[in-house]
């Protein structure tokens, strides 16, 4: 079967919005990606484990935790759950192509104990394998296996599918125990401080730029300039995404909007309105009805 085949066996790529959400219906979702302009993700997290497999066009830039990733085609890229990333394509070409697994947080767990991959390092932290550990455990190939396994009954479909997450976990493992993966092409312990403080106060509505700074003993301007290089952000979007992280999770629960809003460190309810708007394209009010509406 061509890799071309797949998109007949895939279901609509998750949008952002509903990443926050989790999978739907299903244990693992396989889903191909195209890019066609040079598009930067929002910095993100989701309650899935999520590998992604370039598979044609440019290489993809990865920002996590302070550090960059120049994910090249043919590699592959684990994001562990809850881990926050965001990624930036179509960098030197005219698209770029890429599988993008994602897999519940029990399934994961419970087939991770099943093998006795109790203390694996690789799944506590992004890992890149080189490419030619994929080519030798075909991964492609197991990711277009993973794609057709969601055609079968649901008697047998989760079955394979614990066989096959049990097979790639497996296979991570030997390759990172080999060796076989890539480093980060840059590194900022500055950044990575500055990531770690804010997504631990990013609930303090009067937490700013200055503060940080301060807080890091760094000048204010370094530490901007350096933040942006790193994240692919600046400091008050990468907080603004994290505040809505946060928000969208209270909305999905059913917390009242201003409540969601000012539990999530937003210093302006109207500020905090308009920006919502902005990223997701409804207000609050919908995006907590839309949510009501699929989970009921």
């Given at each position: 079967?061509?890799?071309?085949?797949v998109?007949?066996?895939?279901?609509?790529?998750?949008?952002?919005?509903?990443?926050?959400?989790?999978?739907?219906?299903?244990?693992l979702?396989?889903?191909?990606?195209?890019?066609?302009?040079?598009?930067?993700?929002?910095?993100?997290?989701?309650?899935?484990?999520?590998?992604?497999?370039?598979?044609?066009?440019?290489?993809?830039?990865?920002?996590?935790?302070?550090?960059?990733?120049?994910?090249?085609?043919?590699?592959?890229?684990?994001?562990?759950?809850?881990?926050?990333?965001?990624?930036?394509?179509?960098?030197?070409?005219?698209?770029s192509?890429?599988?993008?697994i994602?897999?519940?947080?029990?399934?994961?767990?419970?087939?991770?104990?099943?093998?006795?991959?109790?203390?694996?390092?690789?799944?506590?932290?992004?890992?890149?394998?080189?490419?030619?550990?994929?080519?030798?455990?075909d991964?492609?190939?197991?990711f277009?296996?993973?794609?057709?396994?969601q055609?079968?009954?649901d008697?047998?479909?989760?079955?394979?599918?614990?066989?096959?997450?049990?097979?790639?976990?497996?296979?991570?493992?030997?390759?990172?125990?080999?060796?076989?993966?890539?480093?980060?092409?840059?590194?900022?312990?500055?950044?990575?401080?500055?990531?770690?403080?804010?997504?631990?106060?990013?609930?303090?509505?009067?937490?700013t730029?200055?503060?940080?700074?301060?807080?890091?003993?760094?000048?204010?301007?370094?530490?901007?300039?350096?933040?942006?290089?790193?994240?692919?952000?600046?400091?008050?979007?990468y907080?603004?995404y994290?505040?809505?992280?946060?928000?969208?999770?209270?909305?999905?629960?059913?917390?009242?909007?201003?409540n969601?809003?000012?539990?999530?460190?937003?210093?302006?309810?109207?500020?905090?309105?308009?920006?919502?708007?902005?990223?997701?394209?409804?207000?609050?009010?919908?995006?907590?009805?839309?949510?009501?509406t699929?989970?009921?």
């Open positions: 079967m061509g890799i071309e085949r998109t007949h066996y895939i279901d609509n790529v998750l949008t952002e919005a509903q990443a926050r959400m989790g999978l739907s219906n299903t244990r979702l396989v889903a191909w990606y195209t890019n066609w302009e040079n598009k930067q993700s929002v910095v993100h997290s989701h309650p899935y484990h999520e590998l992604v497999l370039p598979i044609g066009g440019s290489t993809v830039r990865y920002s996590v935790d302070g550090s960059v990733y120049l994910v090249h085609v043919g590699e592959l890229v684990y994001f562990p759950s809850q881990v926050y990333h965001s990624g930036n394509f179509n960098i030197d070409d005219a698209q192509d890429r599988l993008v994602q897999i519940d947080d029990a399934l994961w767990q419970a087939t991770r104990r099943r093998v006795n991959l109790k203390n694996a390092d690789w799944m506590h932290e992004l890992t890149v394998l080189d490419s030619e550990a994929c080519r030798k455990w991964f492609k190939g197991l277009i296996r993973m794609a057709q396994s055609e079968l009954s008697s047998i479909r989760d079955i394979v599918f614990e066989a096959q997450v049990a097979e790639m976990l497996l296979l991570i493992t030997q390759a990172t125990g080999s060796g076989q993966t890539a480093a980060p092409s840059s590194t900022s312990v500055l950044v990575a401080r500055a990531v770690a403080y804010l997504q631990a106060h990013y609930q303090d509505p009067t937490l730029t200055a503060q940080l700074a301060q807080e890091l003993y760094a000048s204010r301007e370094h530490l901007s300039r350096a933040f942006k290089e790193c994240t692919m952000e600046s400091i008050h979007n907080l603004t994290l505040r809505m992280q946060h928000c969208r999770k209270a909305l999905e629960e059913g917390v009242s909007v201003l969601a809003c000012t539990e999530s460190g937003f210093p302006d309810y109207s500020s905090f309105l308009k920006t919502f708007r902005r990223l997701y394209g409804i207000t609050p009010a919908e995006y907590r009805a839309q949510h009501r699929i989970t009921h």
